[in-house]
């Protein structure tokens, strides 16, 4: 899960529209987003992965950047929700 979220994190210090997307989404400040990245809580992988998630496009965009198949990243976000992985 930790390479997932620090892809997810690479993504988003690439892309400031995308930053702009989350915080609008999750209401989630800039100072927030730091905090959680220092704790590499289960929190923030599954917030990134719902965001990530949350659009077809934005998804699609993010595996293709980061060399994930759509559906792995899917899956992760299916078995975290579900407690299968941490």
């Known amino acids: 899960m930790d390479q997932l979220t620090s892809a997810i994190m690479a993504e988003l210090a690439g892309s400031p529209d995308l930053v702009s997307e989350l915080m609008a989404e999750t209401g989630l400040q800039p100072g927030d987003l730091r905090r959680l990245a220092a704790d590499r809580s289960d929190d ?39 407690g299968q992985i941490r």
Do not use: M, T
């Open 44 to 82: 923030l992988a599954a917030a990134l992965l719902d965001f990530i998630c949350a659009a077809d496009s934005r998804l699609e965009q993010f595996a293709a950047n980061a060399g994930w198949q759509p559906d792995k990243v899917a899956y992760a976000r299916a078995a975290l929700e579900n």
